[in-house]
Each structure stands twice: as C-alpha cells, then as structure tokens.
C-alpha cells in the first residue's frame, strides 16, 4: 500500500497520509498493510535511507516515552472534574464563610 509521510528535521514521522501533503520533507513507501505503524504511535518512527531501500524503524526509546507521556495525561483531570472540583471547594468556602 503506497502511503507517504511527513519527516521533522530528525527524520521521525509527523505525519501519514495516503495522498501526498505536497511539501518539501515528504516521503513516499509502499508498505504491507500489517506495517507496525498501523498500530503504533505514527511519532515513534524514523524515516531510514538504506542502499538498497528505505524503510521506518521504530525507536523503542521513543515508544516508550510516548507510551509514558500518555500515562500521564490519563493521568490528570479532566476539564469537567477540574470544575466539580472548584465547584465544591467554592461551596466549601461559602459554607465556610457564614459560620
């Protein structure tokens, strides 16, 4: 399957498409549809120029700092429990302020 993607300075993936984006820091490869980056994070891959073809070879250490990082985000709060949350310490506060 002919995918194209786009490279950060690095060489590591920022973007996948089946059309092409028509930029500059574009690529072109035709990969089998069981592509480990049809279930990973597209950002743990980096673009490698070989002799005899190009190819995406996942960075382990990225993974696993991305797998990290979302962890963390799953992590906080989201923006409706950050509001019930200042909804009650207000109402606290209230309470508080007629004793």
């Known amino acids: 399957m002919k995918m194209y993607f786009s490279l950060d300075e690095s060489g ?3 973007g996948m498409s089946s059309s092409s984006f ?3 820091n574009e690529v072109q ?7 480990p980056i049809f279930t990973n994070d597209i950002r743990a891959f980096k673009y490698h120029e070989g002799v005899d073809s190009n190819e995406l070879i996942i960075d382990e250490e ?9 962890k963390q985000e799953e992590q906080k709060p989201t923006d409706e429990e950050m509001n019930a949350i200042a909804i009650l310490e207000l ?8 004793e």
């Not at 490869?29 to 592509?35: I, N, R």
């Not at 109402?91 to 007629?98: N, V």
């Open 12 to 14: 590591y993936v920022t």
């Open 22 to 24: 028509r930029i500059d």
């Open 29 to 35: 490869l035709d990969l089998e549809e069981d592509h």
């Open 62 to 70: 990225v993974k696993q700092r991305l797998i990290e990082e979302g």
């Open 91 to 98: 109402g606290k506060m209230i309470m508080g302020a007629g």
